[in-house]
């Protein structure tokens, strides 16, 4: 099994700005990608951003030139820098990691309990 646990959410001012942690531990297990995902009331869970193992990263439209996405492969931690927030990214925001069993070498996936973005 692999624990994924976020911090860093909280309430932010317009334009203001928040960084998202996301750790992920477990024995027995490779850590692979790793995204992040937001979720706001009535609406469905979005892909916000994702990066490789190689460190290739992905976003959606909506954030583009505002978050960065960064992960540090030695600590299986991956984060999400957030500038210049609107109303709109106000969210729960949830990390997903993919993982590989040494052992069998089949993957699954993780998740976390979230962390909650609200600007305001």
């Known amino acids: 099994q692999v624990q994924v646990v976020e911090s860093g959410g909280g309430l932010v001012q317009a334009g203001g700005s928040l960084r998202l942690s996301c750790a992920a531990s477990?024995?027995?297990?490779?850590?692979?990608?790793m995204a992040w995902y937001r979720q706001a009331p009535g609406k469905e869970r979005e892909l916000v951003a994702g990066v490789t193992t190689g460190g290739r990263t992905s976003y959606v439209d909506s954030v583009k030139g505002r978050f960065t996405i960064s992960r540090e492969n030695a600590k299986n931690t991956v984060y999400l820098q957030m500038n210049s927030l609107k109303p709109e990214d106000t969210a729960v925001y949830l990390c997903k990691v993919v993982a590989t069993n040494v052992r069998t070498t089949r993957q699954f996936l993780f998740w976390g309990q979230g962390t909650q973005v609200t600007q305001g």
């Open positions: 477990g024995s027995g297990f490779s850590i692979n990608d």
